[in-house]
C-alpha cells in the first residue's frame, strides 16, 4: 500500500495548477482552471494518506503518485 505525505501531494496538486477554493478546519477543496470538479484533502502536511482517500484523489486530480 502506497502512503505519501498530504505535503507532497499538495506540492504536487500546486505544481499542477490547482488552487485552494475553500477550507474548514483540516479539510481543503482545490480547483483547477481547466480540469473539471474539485479535489478535497483532509490532513494536514505531515499527515499520512494512503488508502481509499489516495485513489480518490489521484482520480479526482488525473495525477498519479
Not at 498530504?6 to 488552487?19: E, F, P
Not at 494512503?50 to 480518490?56: A, I, Q, R, V
Given at each position: 500500500?502506497?502512503?505519501i505525505?498530504?505535503?507532497?501531494?499538495?506540492?504536487?496538486?500546486?505544481?499542477?495548477?490547482?488552487?485552494?477554493k475553500?477550507?474548514?478546519?483540516?479539510?481543503?477543496?482545490?480547483?483547477?482552471?481547466?480540469k473539471?470538479?474539485?479535489?478535497?484533502?483532509?490532513?494536514?502536511?505531515?499527515?499520512?494518506?494512503?488508502?481509499?482517500?489516495?485513489?480518490?484523489?489521484?482520480?479526482?486530480?488525473?495525477?498519479?503518485?
Open positions: 500500500m502506497k502512503v505525505k498530504a505535503r507532497k501531494i499538495l506540492k504536487a496538486l500546486r505544481d499542477d495548477g490547482w488552487t485552494l475553500h477550507q474548514v478546519g483540516s479539510h481543503a477543496q482545490y480547483v483547477h482552471p481547466t473539471p470538479g474539485k479535489v478535497t484533502i483532509n490532513g494536514t502536511g505531515n499527515d499520512d494518506v494512503y488508502g481509499d482517500l489516495l485513489k480518490s484523489i489521484e482520480e479526482q486530480s488525473g495525477l498519479e503518485f
